[in-house]
């Protein structure tokens, strides 16, 4: 991975955690000018795709889905050294005041309760935001991103084969 200049972070939206083994990172709300940061932690992630064709394989559609992402999305990241070990985005759906959830930590800190981090802050902000609730899709054999969101109270609505819908219903807590 390539790191990024220190200077190119706005430090000011980020706070400073520990993570389980006690080593510092920072967290905080994310936006267009974190495109190369982020594409530089998708280039590098395993696996790829890690769950439901995300992120894509293919460097182009990779790029892109990240460019995407940015902008239509409320994104979270975790950094260490200014570069991204996760990121996490809400994704709005206008017609029902809910947001789809995604969530991707880089293999090299996972286990480490940067996933909690990110997801703590995504729904106090969805909460914030006055969104009603949060959905995702995820293959009923990811049992830890289950058990993440589990955490935090969500609860599953449809299933099939390979792949859940989960929801959390923020009018609800
Ligand atoms: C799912 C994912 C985001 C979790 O991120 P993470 O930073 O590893 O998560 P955390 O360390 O905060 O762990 C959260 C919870 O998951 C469970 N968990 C995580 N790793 C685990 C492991 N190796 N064994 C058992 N449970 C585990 C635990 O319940 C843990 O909570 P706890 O620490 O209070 O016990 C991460 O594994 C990932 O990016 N996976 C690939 C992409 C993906 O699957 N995204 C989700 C798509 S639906």
């Known amino acids: 991975m390539v790191p990024m200049p220190e200077n ?20 905080g709300r994310g936006g267009p000018d974190d495109y190369e ?25 990779c790029s ?7 902008k239509t999305g409320k994104n979270f990241l975790a950094l260490r050294e200014a570069r991204a070990i996760g990121h996490a985005a809400l994704i709005p759906d206008p017609w029902e005041d809910a947001c789809e959830y ?5 293999q ?8 909690t981090a990110l997801t ?12 009603r609730s949060i959905w995702l899709c995820v293959e009923t054999k990811n049992v830890n991103a289950i058990k993440l ?10 299933m099939d084969a390979c792949e859940r819908k989960m929801a959390l219903d923020l009018m609800r807590l």
């Open 120 to 131: 703590d802050l995504a729904v106090r902000e969805a909460r914030e935001k006055g969104c």
């Open 149 to 158: 969101y589990e955490k935090f109270g969500f609860i599953f609505c449809d």
């Open 102 to 106: 995604l969530i991707f930590v880089h």
């Open 64 to 70: 892109k889905w990240v460019g995407e992402i940015l």
């Open 37 to 61: 940061r982020l594409l530089d932690m998708y280039s590098g992630f395993s696996p790829r795709p890690a769950a439901q064709g995300l992120p894509p394989s293919d460097p182009e559609k």
């Open 8 to 27: 190119e972070i706005n430090r000011q939206r980020f706070v400073t955690r520990r993570d389980k083994k006690g080593e510092p990172f920072i967290i």
């Open 108 to 115: 090299s800190s996972r286990n480490r309760g940067i996933g």
